[in-house]
């Protein structure tokens, strides 16, 4: 079983920053993606961006150059640096890992292709 933690969330002004945290077992895995969704009350969860172990990335068009994901040094920790926060982005963020075989594909942004879950961290822009 793999399991997904994340920390970072919490309030910032627009046009601020944050760093979202998460750690998962699934660095164990040979091949994996992980990724970041979100999701605001009220809509469907959205993909934000994803990695994979070969270090592909993948970005929704919403946040492109202003987000980007990451993986530490050990490998055993998952980031997402935000950067030119907007209202738009309150949302509570998820982190999500599968075992992945992309051959040369990014990784996926759909949250119906991971299985493994956090429980979210809130992310607050405030004007």
């Known amino acids: 079983q793999v399991q997904v933690v994340e920390s970072g969330g919490g309030s910032v002004q627009s046009g601020g920053s944050l760093r979202l945290s998460c750690t998962a077992s699934?660095?164990?895995?040979?091949?994996?993606?992980m990724a970041w969704f979100r999701q605001a009350p009220g809509k469907e969860r959205e993909g934000v961006a994803a990695i994979d172990s070969d270090t592909m990335t993948n970005y929704a068009d919403s946040v492109k150059g202003r987000f980007t994901i990451s993986q530490g040094d050990a490998k055993n920790t998952l980031y997402l640096q935000m950067n030119d926060l907007k209202l738009e982005d309150t949302a509570m963020y998820y982190c999500?890992?599968?075992?992945?075989?992309?051959?040369?594909?990014?990784?996926?942004?759909?949250?119906?292709?991971?299985?493994?879950w956090g429980q979210g961290t809130q992310v607050t822009v405030s004007s």
């Open positions: 999500a890992a599968q075992p992945y075989y992309g051959l040369g594909d990014p990784p996926p942004l759909m949250h119906d292709k991971y299985n493994y």
């Open positions: 699934i660095y164990t895995r040979a091949s994996y993606a």
